[in-house]
């Protein structure tokens, strides 16, 4: 996704997330369908070569749960207060960073008390790829909308629907991992028109990639859910005709409403979190939109939803879990070593602007104008402890990728200490 450049401003650099990681559980592939798992099955099994994951990306679909299921997480459906202790520790890792630094932190370790902490957790800051975390609780909200009653018929939607890459993807230069069962073989490239993947590989695409793309084909395809309903899926002629004959202003209408009314359902204000605007060009020309923004007390807001089971429903909020899982390659807050053994759930986003300045050179994720880095983490460490994290940044002229993999060790040494 590009922007437009304020007037006068000479850009030398505008970029997005660039980065590929990878979500879901190994094994994944037959349940799912989605091909690229099924390669990693093999990378792991040392029958392909490839990247293993590290220690904490191994576990299994089933071993996946839900941590705030029952009374534990209904005494959550408002944040607690501040705990002292762990509150004075996370603010003395502030008084010397930039002050744009804004963070809210849930330490829900089983068999200990609730401990919250923040940092000026209210302050807006654009939520780049974050966003597509709200697409994702649209996808799955729209499934339910359909198939009220059947899970299986929502599963069993997300693995047959098969959709053709076409103009909603430019542009996006993002890597996606495409790989052919049948040949074996393997490709790690940008997602071009004629590319035919299901609506698990889609979503899968959007999260563990990262793809503007692929943000926009599910967009799309969450448009036509709430239109056609149960005529869903309709043929391609028949989606050309719609998306060219509706007005713009109504496109825009249900747009918004399918990626920010599960927002609202689970109490996050519009105030605090509202995706506004596509992340293609193509997109955002056929589906005019808005701003986007966002903060991490909404942000932590949505992972307590997503642990209670309260992201449409259980089902769906473990296979929204599941499609956060970092397995193959870390990166940012997720790439801190003290995170090596740890089960990551994952989504950052990030966006950088340059313009001319004496004695500066732009590097990537070192904007003079714009630095935006976010990072929401839910961590299970091997020694029990689980947090639930939400980072946001501007920091102007630093690798605010190094600096959050940075806080991510001093953040996780804070939560281990008794």
Known sequence: MKMKLCTGLLAISLLLQLTTAMAYPFDGYEYTGIRRLARL???????FKGTKPPSGGLRILT???????GARGDSLAVLPAENAKLQKEIQALFPNR???YSLALLDITPGKPLRFASQQMNRQFMPGSVGKLAIAAGLFTELQRLYPESVENR??????RQIKADRWIIYDSHEVPVFNVESNTFASR???EGDVFSLYEWADHMLSASANAAASIVWKELILMREFGERYPVSYEEEVAYFKNTPKSQLSQIAISTVNDPLRTIGISENDWRLGSFFTKTGQSIVPGGGSYGNPKALVQFLIALER???????????IKRLMYMTARRIRYASSPALEKAAVYFKSGSQYRCKEEPGFTCGKYMGNVENYMNS?????QADGRIYLVALMSNVL???SAVEHQTLATFIDRIVAKP
Do not use: M
């Open 41 to 47: 099955a093999q990378v792991i099994e040392g029958k």
């Open 63 to 69: 071993d996946i749960k839900l941590n705030l299921l």
């Open 98 to 100: 930039d002050e744009s």
């Open 155 to 160: 599963h069993r939607l997300l693995k047959t």
């Open 190 to 192: 940008a997602i071009r």
């Open 309 to 319: 089971g309260r992201l449409v429903d259980e089902w769906s909020s473990l296979e």
């Open 376 to 380: 929401v983490a839910i961590v299970e």
């Open 397 to 399: 002229r630093k690798n």
